[in-house]
């Protein structure tokens, strides 16, 4: 079908939407002359054209870079759907010129005989005449060929750049030269050689442009220019010295050094090279420049150095220059987003010199600095947080803090009580979902720093991060993955061998990488000329050459251990036999023995504290102030441990700890352990400390003070859930029930604890931890006969209601039963909860009969007992009940009952869920006016509650809005930003939205071929889904697998009994639709149209609103017309066309436009 020789858009690519096209006139044999024109649709930026010519009323062009397309006087114009005639356009278009049909043919199908070569050159060519690109195309009987008038956008590149204009080939260039899926899969062999070219002459204009601008003193313009130019072509030295250079010269030499150390690293890993001797050159003379001149901190606010930075001495630094130039230069180098900076090696290599240094020099360079140490045992949640932002928050003035307080204070007071103590009156944080408030709690501390970036740059050196807790790792994963504050940079250290498969640190490590986010340094042992330099700071000039050798050989150069050996090692003189001990344990426990008999004593004391401990509590385990003091300064003098601050003292290294505390026998550790438990239940017997409280208990595990041990934990546990670290809260849970089956396993608070573990595991989405807890505790509560505890455990494993999307989750369904049957009438409440969750788990069961009764016994409990929160659980069960084609008005009855329900309570976030499920019945009724409005409501509501599961649905069905008007850019983000949402908890209806995005756009770009793979592995993993199934029939299809396509629609057939009457029914049938139809099967597309015509009109909405394809009309017609009734099908799509005109779906307007006038 041709409408007038150029037809309106089927939907454009997915790299680029394209709006339905007006009709344009043939176009007439070409004329001469003509006034030029500017051409309006290739060339990004506005940049202008080669003079066109004119055809009559139309300027024609082609758009190779970027994405295929054709126009006609700025208009598209609609592409041929099929991908063979697609590349044969585009190969006329780089072969200009007569072409004869053997080549063409042989170029475009290389790897198939030269019949069907030509065959399919013909089917090609008949597609493309009978598009809108038809007239484009001129075919004689032995050649063909692109009209002469038609200009071709890479082709003008090439002549711009050869006439020297830089910046207007650059502004025709819109992206690659046809990008995306191969127009002929596994035959563009042709294509290669002009994408060579094609960049070749690109990198000449970027090039041509930088110098340019450069003579013309643009020097950002220059720099834009030359860092795409690099980009293009990583591996070119001269194209990534010239960015050095014009970093140089605007004067940023750290982005400069940065520049050049990604350039040297490159070269060697891609080519085994180094850096020439012109950019080595140049490098140095930049390095000279580099080091910042030391400038006033900036005054909003006038925080001082974290005392362990303030302490930090560059000056005796042995061997860490370029480590320590490194660093600084990474910090200050501008970027798109925070970045780590990780120092790794061995312990005592010279990680956290190197790193504290590198802060001190940022420090005096005007950058914030904040410092957090991650211990051993992880006992405070958030524990580097917390240190840095309390250093922060300590120093803030009443103006600062106050602002805090009123921008995040109620979610910052979780992780800092101070900031309530400094403002009473500081409202407590809403109460939401476990994800939302962590969410909210991430977003503050993401926020705070990305203001703070804004004044001047922002350093938090997070020490010793392979002890990191899984929180301190999600919140620091959420820092960057924002991509707020870019002036924001964490300098963190991790020892190498600590960092194990199975450690928090290591997965986010490998995201931080993959991402461009992480800049590590890897620290190794000194060489024996910096142990020399090493020796004589400590010895004065004149290193025994000897004992150089042996300090060399027996540390391997790392500093510590030298540094601890020269301490114990007496004097010798040059040549006498030296005596280096074998371990550094050996030789801290050697200084320790020349310690007084106190200052022993108090070490022993402070190992079993921790990394760290304050005055109070060493007061508490130590008699006589005087000797205390006594003994710490005799350590200080030792350099066993350092004074951090006022009244707490460090161990200077944790080795030396280790040293100590694992010189004590385990007898004697326990006993220690519960000396300062006890005793920090003297210090702090508000409960503040009560997370250390709990650690020691549980470390002594003293069957004498079990009770106070359990009353520890489950405090630290509700602490730890305060302040959203789930996964201490379920830690500290664990170790309580670990203790409780060595000491007392038939403990009656043994099901206290399984359920806190957990709750604390399932709030962190750890499901599978989650549900081995419940699962436990469901068989502890059953021996212990103990019903609402086991019903409290089955919910517990059945999780939220999304979890399982699309699947039956009989695990769940058993222990819910179980529940059930074992619960007491007199349980009403409970019985209506579980009630509720085993109706919605039983929802793709195919046992509709039983879901109905669960929810009206639930609903009915709920409405006799008038508890809002059982009637809510209840409702939502009966929106799942009712989620099928002929329970729309049933869903949008009690979406509002669920709505006025939440506003009457003051639930804002049940109010958001009501919205949501009002959007998709909505949609289902075909009225999408009130359905965009309610959505704009929810996506309001969603963002203003930072709600991430509802802000995903707002995403949702942003996209779904996108792909309905045919906006498939942003439809493409759309998706993007759904997946990212989705890796909250990893929800299967996440992952099935990104597939029924996938399928949308393949649809709307004609061809579900390509979808079939990817469609096998969802019809396969979602058996309860066989939905899926039928939308692989239907790609198979259409990639002309026909056998398999068959196969696939028996899986389904007969669809009254195979395709369950559920949420997915109406797409399933109009996916089997489109396969019988493609297939040819007459039989079955009658039965098909009988099954599908209650339902004429209906929009076609897949799942939770991820996509509308249409409405049934489009189906029905398609099922008429292959069944041989056109008049049927004639009036099905004329009914369609009006509603889809009415919805202001342009894409599937177009596709029932076209197929209206195919039936005549």
Known sequence: MVLAGVRPAAGAPAAGPLPVARTVPPLPPARGGGRPRRNRTAGARGARTAPARRYGAAVVALRLLGRLELAADGEPVALPASRRARALLAWLALHPGPRTRAEAASALWPDVLDATARTSLRGALAELRRSGAGPVVVAGREDLRLREDVEVDVRRVAELTAAGRWEEALGLDAGPLLPGPPLVPGAEEWLEPHRDEHRARLLEALAGAARAAEERGRLDDALARARRRARLDPLSEDAGREVVRLLDAAGDHAA??????????????????????????????????????????????????????????????????????????????????????????????????????????????GSLVLHGRCDEEGILPFGAWVEALRHLVAHLDDEHAARLARDAGPELARLLPDLRRRDPALAAPDRAEPDTERWRLFEAVAGLLAELAADRPVVLVLDDAHWADRSTLL??????????????????????????????????LGDLRRDGLLHETHLRGLGEDDVRRLVERRRGPGADPALVRALHHETEGNPFFVEEVLRGMPRAAPGARIDVPPGVQDVVRRRLARLPAPARDALVLASVVGREADLPLLEALHEGEGD?????????????????????????????????????????????????????????????????????????????????????????????????????????????????????????????????????????????????????????????????????????????????????????????????????????????????????????????????????????????????????????????????????????????????????????????????WRVVALLEDGRFDEAAAEEAEHARAAGALRLPYEQMYAAVFATMRALLAGRLEEAVRGSARVAAFGELRGGADALQFGGVHALTFAQLQGDLGPAADALTRFARGYPALPAWSAGLAAALAHAGREDEARAEVERVWPPEERLPFDAVWLPGTAFLALAVARLGDVGRARHLHALLLPYAGRPVVLGAGGAVWATTSSYLGLLASVSGDQRLAARHLDEEVALLRAAGAAPWLDLAARARLAVG
């Open 256 to 365: 400069a050094l940065a520049e050049a150390r990604g350039l040297a690293e490159r070269l060697r890993r891609e080519l085994g090279v180094g850096p020439g001797e012109t950019t080595r050159r140049l490098v140095a003379r930049v390095r000279a420049a580099t080091v910042p001149s030391p400038r006033p901190a900036a005054a909003d606010p006038a925080v001082p150095l974290p005392p362990p930075v303030a302490a930090a001495d560059p000056s005796r630094l042995v061997g860490r220059d370029g480590a320590l130039d490194r660093l600084v230069g990474d910090a200050l180098a501008p970027g798109p987003a925070p970045r780590v900076l990780l120092v790794a090696g061995e312990a005592g290599v010279g990680k956290t010199s190197v790193v504290l240094a590198a802060a001190a020099r940022l420090g005096a360079a």
């Open 628 to 916: 205390l003091l006594d003994a710490l300064d005799a350590a200080v003098a030792a350099d066993l441990v350092v004074e951090v601050d006022v009244g707490r003292w460090s161990f200077a290294h944790a080795l030396v700890r280790s040293a100590v505390y694992e010189g004590l026998s385990r007898t004697r550790r326990a006993r220690l352990h519960l000396r300062v438990a006890r005793a920090l239940e003297r210090v702090a017997p508000d409960g503040s400390r009560v997370a250390e409280v709990a650690h020691h208990h549980l470390e002594a595990q003293d069957p004498r003070h079990l009770g106070a041990a359990l009353d520890a934990a489950l405090a630290a546990h509700r602490r730890a859930v305060a302040q959203l670290a789930y996964e201490e809260a379920a830690a500290v849970a664990e170790r309580a029930v670990a203790v409780l089956g060595a000491l007392a396993p038939d403990h009656p608070r043994l099901l206290p604890l399984l359920l806190a573990a957990g709750d604390a595991r399932s709030r962190a989405g750890d499901s599978a931890a989650a549900r081995d807890a419940f699962d436990r505790a469901v068989r502890v509560a059953g021996e212990r006969d103990d019903p609402a505890a086991a019903a409290a455990a089955a919910l517990g494993f059945a999780g939220p209601s999304w979890q399982s999307f699309g699947r039956v989750d009989d695990a769940a369904v058993l222990r819910l039963d179980a529940a059930l049957a074992r619960l007491p009438r007199g349980e009403r409440a409970l019985r209506a909860r579980v009630q509720a969750r085993l109706a919605v788990a039983l929802y793709f069961a195919r046992v509709p009969e039983r879901v109905r009764a669960l929810t009206r016994d639930a609903e009915a409990t709920a409405r006799d007992l008038g508890d809002p929160a059982v009637l809510a659980a209840a409702l939502e069960a009966r929106l799942w009940a009712d989620w099928h084609p002929d329970g729309v008005p049933g869903r949008l009855a009690t979406a509002a009952e669920l709505l006025a329900l939440a506003t009457s309570h003051g639930d804002p976030e049940l109010a958001v869920l009501a919205r949501r």
């Open 475 to 508: 919140l620091l994963r959420h820092l960057l993955r924002t991509r707020r504050g870019a002036r924001v940079s964490v300098l963190a250290t991790c020892r190498e061998d600590e960092v194990g498969p199975a450690t928090p640190l290591r997965a986010l």
